[in-house]
């Protein structure tokens, strides 16, 4: 579990308030879709171009693009442009945690 033990995991839920309820909510619900994943999953190993991404995912450039576009704006994911592309890299190590999480719990038997 991490930097959370049993112990601290308890007062984390007796701390919450309703808006941080909500707001993680509105953030697993981001993880609740396919492409978003497999996007995510496509920026583990580095940066990429929208048409990078595109290629790799065998996916139209409107899907790709919309999707980061949701991703960025929940932070989950930076821009940079580099001459004409956007460059697209995970936010964060929270991330790769978060899915890794995510994998290594429903592999459990």
């Known amino acids: 579990m991490g930097k959370y033990s049993a112990r601290n ?3 984390l839920i007796a701390d ?4 941080e309820l909500s707001d993680l909510a509105d953030l697993f619900k981001l993880f609740g879709d396919t492409t978003r994943i497999r996007i995510l999953y496509c920026l583990f190993t580095g940066s990429r171009s929208v048409s990078a991404i595109c ?3 065998t996916m139209s450039q409107s899907a790709i693009s919309h999707q980061l576009k949701i991703l960025k704006t929940a932070k989950l994911v930076d821009a940079r442009r580099e ?3 956007i460059i697209y890299s995970l936010a964060d190590d929270h991330v790769k945690t978060i899915i890794a999480m995510g994998k290594e719990h429903i592999e459990e038997p």
């Open 9 to 11: 995991v308890d007062c």
């Open 83 to 85: 001459g004409r592309e």
């Open 55 to 57: 290629q790799e995912l």
């Open 16 to 19: 919450v308030t309703e808006e």
